[in-house]
């Protein structure tokens, strides 16, 4: 969030905003301004020709949104394959672990006791870490495996890509 300022007028009066309460009053402003929620090409750069914004600035913008919306997409897509797989992993321990405690009880417990702890122990502190990483993440271990598995998609596509051109009819 933005820091307050103790003194936010200058000499003249005027209201000083610092960069990114300008850019989310603009943009609630924008958004309330068209009916339909959005803008064409030529409505942006009005926009931007009456805050004096260039348009080669718009279009360095654009660009950068473009990169941005994909990474953010990726981002959604790793997010959620990665509590899918947490919750597969949770799902077979939790099978594995029922079926253990009751055949302890079937069979009269006291000699399976050994292997609830050998088994469920070690499981159950992974599966409690991967719960801890995916759902309390550490933002640079968090961007490390995101840029891995972005690495990893992009490499999958490239070969996938290459396999569709040689298996192509021609």
Do not use: C
């Not at 309390?136 to 998609?153: D, I, L, S």
Request: proline letters at 3%; hydrophobic letters at 40%; zero cysteines.
């Amino acid at each position: 969030m933005a820091e307050l300022r103790t003194d936010p007028y200058i000499n003249s009066g005027e209201y000083l905003y610092p960069a990114e309460d300008a850019q989310q009053i603009l943009s609630l402003a924008i958004a309330r301004q068209t009916e339909s929620g959005e803008l064409s090409r030529a409505q942006l750069l009005e926009i931007a020709d009456e805050l004096g914004i260039s348009a080669d600035s718009i279009a360095a913008a654009e660009r950068e949104w473009d990169v941005k919306k994909y990474e953010i997409a990726d981002q959604k897509l790793f997010d959620s394959q990665r509590q899918h797989q947490f919750q597969h992993g949770l799902t077979r321990f939790l099978i594995t672990a029922g079926f253990v405690l009751v055949f302890q009880l079937v069979t009269g417990g006291w000699l399976w006791n050994w292997l609830i702890y050998l088994i469920l122990g070690p499981w159950a502190l992974q599966v409690s870490w991967d719960a801890w990483r995916i759902y309390r993440p550490n933002e640079y271990a968090y961007r490390k495996e995101f840029e891995h598995w972005r690495r990893k998609q992009q490499m999958k596509r490239a070969v996938g890509g290459v396999v569709r051109r040689f298996l192509r009819p021609s």
